[in-house]
């Protein structure tokens, strides 16, 4: 047996002798009361401060998972300075010199017609995350789809310096990409594009499921070459090809008429290394 227990056997002997039952049996009580405030006490503080950190942890991720969510709908530079001065912020922006693209999924209406919904979502999701793929790889930003539509956008909101280069190079990327996706699949689809660039204004608009979007003629334009295009073709305006000297082809198209916008000057565009398809005989 240890000194200090013997010492605290004995010490609880003498003080036992010296006073009655009663008080002995009191001043126990008290402390073991003490001690077990003291206990509890230690227990509760130590037991708020994890539920704070817990609280502290949720919080961070709560946060986190939003700012994860910002950034998925809206370019990066648009999340940053909603995240920096609030949703209240009005973004409006003028832009000189924007390249932009639509592609339709021609053959989409056919198809959704003779398919079920699910098949037809699937097919969607497929052929929308190979061009979101895309368009991270090329430095543009995807504005949003509208049905089979795809519009993007190299230019706005950061300016870079060859707006056009970089969005023909991704039209030329989508078309393949669609190509290879109809022979893996077997699908009887094909894309057709349209590329135009020039000034356009581009902010958020609305407070409930806010968008970033861009107006103005060359958004206009864009989507009418998409429309008089062909499909497994890229359909460019003069502005477009004057701006791209090397490396693409270019097969002229002579003035085309655009809805609401008269005639055009306009190109099919092909890769520097790419066989054009042979032009269609005459008679």
């Keep these: 047996m240890s000194v200090l227990t013997v010492g605290f056997f004995a010490g609880y002997a003498h003080f036992k002798q010296l006073y009655s039952a009663d008080i002995f049996g009191f001043v126990c009580g008290q402390l073991a009361l003490a001690f077990g405030i003291t206990v509890g006490s230690s227990y509760v503080v130590e037991n708020s401060r994890r539920q704070k950190y817990i609280l502290e942890l949720a919080l961070k991720e709560a946060q986190a998972r939003a700012d994860g969510l910002l950034r998925n709908v809206f370019p990066e530079t648009i999340?940053?300075?909603?995240l920096a001065e609030g949703d209240d912020v009005q973004i409006v922006q003028r832009f000189d010199r924007v390249a932009v693209l639509f592609a339709d999924i021609v053959g989409f209406t056919a198809?959704?017609?003779k398919e079920s919904p699910e098949a037809i979502v699937a097919l969607l999701d497929a052929l929308f995350s190979r061009f979101d793929a895309l368009v991270t790889v090329h430095g543009v930003e995807k504005i949003?789809?509208?049905?089979?539509?795809?519009?993007?956008?190299?230019g706005a909101p950061t300016v870079v310096e060859d707006p056009e280069r970089r969005l023909v190079a991704l039209a030329l990327d989508m078309r393949d990409a669609v190509k290879r996706?109809?022979?893996m699949t077997g699908m009887p689809i094909e894309v057709r594009i349209g590329v135009h660039t020039g000034p356009v204004v581009a902010g958020v608009i609305g407070r409930r499921r806010f968008v970033y979007d861009l107006w103005?003629?060359?958004v206009n334009i864009a989507a009418r070459l998409e429309t008089a295009g062909a499909p497994g073709r890229v359909h460019v305006s003069a502005d477009v090809a004057e701006?791209?000297?090397?490396?693409f082809q270019?097969?002229?198209?002579?003035?085309?008429?655009?809805k609401g916008r008269g005639t055009l000057e306009s190109f099919f565009v092909?890769?520097?290394?790419?066989?054009k398809p042979a032009e269609p005989k005459a008679g």
């Design 144 to 154: 949003k789809t509208i049905g089979d539509a795809y519009m993007a956008v190299a």
């Design 181 to 183: 996706y109809t022979a």
């Design 243 to 247: 701006r791209l000297r090397e490396g």
């Design 111 to 113: 198809l959704s017609a």
């Design 250 to 258: 270019f097969e002229p198209r002579g003035r085309v008429a655009l």
């Design 79 to 82: 999340a940053d300075r909603f």
């Design 270 to 275: 092909f890769g520097a290394e790419e066989q």
């Design 216 to 218: 103005g003629d060359t």
